[in-house]
């Protein structure tokens, strides 16, 4: 039978379109445009590397602090729509903003505004999942948001590769390419926003105390509590922790991670498209999967799939090697993401879903904390990034039996929960 979205659903999906533009940028132009920046500074190639890896990870971690309180707010009636709206407007006002900075330093204070901004709005987003759909059309719903992402954002990219190409023979300077093309990125976000802005609306929330402020920490207390004891979600969490950090590394450095290796600018740009291109229907093709096969077992292939793309990685010198990496990068990402974001949904109390997914995003959206600093240490330590990126690949073992134990107790859980069911009917 032919799965057919509702009409919220496929807003809640255009979003994932309109923000996919941004990563794009941020793991494709950006790391060039900064590289332009950082060598009229005198920056060294490996020092520019360390530089991208640790503004990504600065990000990541003021991610971390503001994400707990906003997944905390969220879950109160009404906040969801509201703060949503608030960090997509900063974002893509700062992602404007980014093509104006003439001066490196400039450029990684508003970059990390805007970074933090987007994850941000991740945080809520992601969290709306559950609000939008049902349990059992989560996993295809995910893979949708993912896959139609991926395939959505390569008009504006194209569009600005068009931008850039102009720069690159010399035909415009520098900064009125930055300034197009960062300005077609926030004009693409905004628009695919307004969709969910309009329709969405919070099913699942916690009454509004007196004390909203006090309420808030109160709960997010509660939520640490809560995930310490159940089991299956703190697997998970720290399943998630390491898998998908080493999956958005990947995704944020490959780019900067091609360049300090000498490799071509305009075919790693053609090459990362490339990778949006297959990620589209694979993404579609996992999801639909799910139907006959358990997700658990297709997350699992994901995580030893990226585990043997790493290890390419460390061996990569050539730009037709960068070609089989994004090929096989783009198979797999969308697939491990959109999955492990429809799985979270089962195994969470669904009014407290902004703080669960709070600390969800945290753990991976972005270049993530233990993946950027793994990169940005042995760079500085051995300055050979090809080391670097090998040391990445012991995070997928680590993950795959993190999530293997959770999956187990999620298992033993919905048993247990089957077989109660009968004896409180008698």
Request: glycine share 6%; net charge neutral; proline share 3%.
């Amino acid at each position: 039978m032919k799965f057919k979205t509702t009409t919220l659903e496929k807003k809640w999906i255009w979003y994932d379109v309109g923000n996919s533009a941004f990563t794009l940028l941020v793991s494709t132009l950006l790391p060039i445009f900064f590289s332009t920046l950082t060598e009229k500074a005198n920056v060294s190639s490996s020092g520019y590397f360390s530089l991208w890896a640790i503004i990504s990870m600065a990000a990541t971690v003021i991610s971390a602090v503001l994400g707990l309180m906003a997944g905390a707010v969220a879950d109160f009636s009404g906040m969801k729509k509201k703060l949503f709206s608030l960090t997509v407007l900063i974002g893509a006002v700062g992602c404007t903003v980014l093509g104006f900075c003439v001066h490196w330093i400039w450029f990684i204070v508003v970059f990390v505004l805007a970074k933090v901004a987007y994850q941000l709005s991740l945080v809520i987003y992601d969290s709306m999942l559950i609000d939008v759909t049902t349990p059992d059309r989560s996993d295809e719903v995910s893979s949708r948001g993912y896959a139609w992402g991926y395939i959505g954002s390569c008009a504006p990219f194209i569009l600005t590769i068009g931008i850039y190409l102009l720069h690159y023979f010399e035909l415009i300077t520098l900064f009125p390419c930055m300034i197009m093309c960062c300005v077609i990125i926030a004009a693409w976000w905004i628009g695919w926003s307004a969709p969910v802005w309009k329709d969405y609306e919070q099913k699942y929330y916690l009454p509004r105390g007196a004390r909203p402020v006090k309420d808030c920490f109160t709960n997010l207390g509660k939520t640490f509590k809560d995930i310490s004891k159940d089991k299956k979600v703190l697997f998970f969490l720290l399943a998630f922790f390491f898998y998908i950090d080493g999956v958005y590394t990947i995704i944020d450095l490959a780019t900067s991670y091609g360049e300090s290796l000498g490799l071509d600018s305009m075919w790693l740009l053609i090459a990362l498209l490339v990778t949006q291109i297959v990620a589209f229907p694979a993404a579609l093709i996992f999801g639909k999967l799910t139907h006959k096969v358990n997700p658990v077992i297709i997350i699992a292939v994901c995580i030893c799939a990226n585990f043997g793309i790493t290890v390419f990685a460390a061996f990569m010198y050539y730009q037709w090697q960068f070609w089989i990496l994004d090929v096989c990068v783009g198979l797999f990402q969308g697939t491990i993401q959109s999955l492990s974001r429809s799985y979270f949904t089962k195994i969470i109390p669904p009014e407290k879903s902004g703080e669960y997914f709070s600390l969800y995003d945290i753990l991976g959206k972005g270049a993530s904390i233990l993946g950027t600093a793994i990169a940005a240490i042995v760079t500085i330590a051995t300055d050979n990034q090809h080391i670097e990126v090998g040391a990445l690949s012991v995070m997928f073992p680590i993950g795959l039996v993190f999530f293997i134990i959770s999956a187990r107790m999620q298992k033993k859980s919905e048993k247990a929960l089957t077989e109660a069911i009968p004896c409180e009917d008698k």
